[in-house]
């Protein structure tokens, strides 16, 4: 079997010119890349992350645990990975995804795994990943605000969202809504609880009382209820309640989506009766949608990007000073699904 050795003598270059074109860690000229890659393949070089273990007494390997439910991960989960997966690779590090079954962390999977550090997605109060993985005394970070009670100080990626929310209400405020019901995530999900904090502030400091029933929670992902999440509560809000709603956030586009066809099956018009704005969504998608849907784009990808580079100070793979509490910034994108009381988006 062919060595780094083999492969550096016969490409004429050194081990270590070799080793950055397979880790990425330093750039190499596209000329010299393309020409370890190809005497690689003529002698059926392949890297061994297990070599490269037993001297670094490192697995070159990271743990990204989500969880999930019966259904395909959102394109915010895929954006998500995809910014994990490229940013570890820059450091030659691979990734385990673990999806764990929602509300069923049964077994000590992710820790048994053999991996130097793990990326948290999604925090629930006391969150049975995050016990685990501190009980075993892995290093991780989280993308999410955490909620355990015997669990301090861990560094967070997030989107700030009390600023979050402020904007949408500020926005909405600013469009002459005042019955605005709030599709929220789901109750346990620590993004929630900062969410709907953030929601009752927003309104209180415009003079507009927040009424219960005008915020919601996503079902539990194996529930009936969670495929229509979103068309049930804007049934239920407009007839069973006979509510006055002039707008609606939603947390996902799914959940968008679903509001939309229950407005739509009553007759109503998106916006000119009931405005909406997405919190979390296929950005692609909601352009295509009619009417348009004016979101909020959370940087999925660099949210991905930044929990990497934070685990990786962690490690002590990358030096220097870097803050613990890393906020990904977010803007509104302005389409068409949201219009002032009463009126239109052409």
């Known amino acids: ?25 330093r750039p190499a000229s596209k000329k010299v890349t393309e020409r370890v890659l190809n005497v690689a393949r003529e002698l059926n070089y392949v890297p061994n992350h297990i070599a490269r273990s037993l001297v670094t007494k490192k697995t070159m390997a990271i743990g990204l645990t989500i969880q999930h439910g019966n259904v395909f991960f959102s394109t915010f989960h895929n954006q998500f990975i995809n910014g994990v997966v490229l940013e570890a690779s820059t450091f030659g590090y691979r990734v385990l995804l673990d999806m764990i079954p929602s509300q069923e962390v049964k077994t000590p999977s992710l820790a048994s795994y053999p991996i130097d550090g793990a990326i948290v997605l999604g ?11 501190h009980r075993n005394r892995i290093p991780f970070v989280t993308v999410g605000r955490i909620i355990n009670s015997n669990v301090r100080d861990v560094p967070t990626v997030n989107n700030d969202n009390n ?3 402020r904007d949408i209400c500020g926005y909405l405020i600013g469009l002459g809504h005042s019955d605005i019901m709030f599709l929220n995530a789901g109750l346990r ?12 502030q927003a309104l209180r400091e415009h003079q507009i009382e927040p009424q219960s029933h005008m915020i919601r929670y996503m079902p539990d992902i194996h529930s009936g209820e969670y495929m229509n999440y979103g068309y049930d509560e804007t049934v239920h809000a407009l007839i ?46 909601m352009s295509q949608a009619t009417p348009s849907l004016t ?5 999925p990808s660099e949210l991905g990007a930044q929990s990497v580079k934070l ?36």
């Open 240 to 285: 069973a309640q006979g509510k006055k709603v002039t707008a609606i956030i939603a947390d996902d586009d799914r959940t968008a989506f679903s509001a939309m066809n229950a407005i739509k099956g009553l007759g109503l018009d998106v916006p000119g009766d009931i405005s909406i704005f997405v919190i979390c969504g296929d950005l692609a998608m």
């Open 295 to 299: 979101g909020m784009d959370l940087q």
């Open 189 to 200: 999900k620590t993004v929630s609880l900062e969410r709907t904090e953030a929601f009752v």
């Open 123 to 133: 925090p629930e109060e006391e969150d049975e990943r995050i016990d685990l993985l």
């Open 1 to 25: 079997m062919a060595k780094i050795d083999d492969v550096a003598r016969q490409a004429g270059v050194s081990k270590g010119t070799v080793s950055n074109v397979f880790s990425q860690k």
């Open 163 to 165: 600023r979050i929310i």
């Open 311 to 346: 685990l990786m100070h962690e490690l002590a793979v990358l030096e220097g000073v870097y803050d613990d509490r890393w906020i990904v910034d977010s803007k509104i994108i302005e389409r068409n699904s949201c219009a002032s009381v009463g009126g239109r988006v052409d």
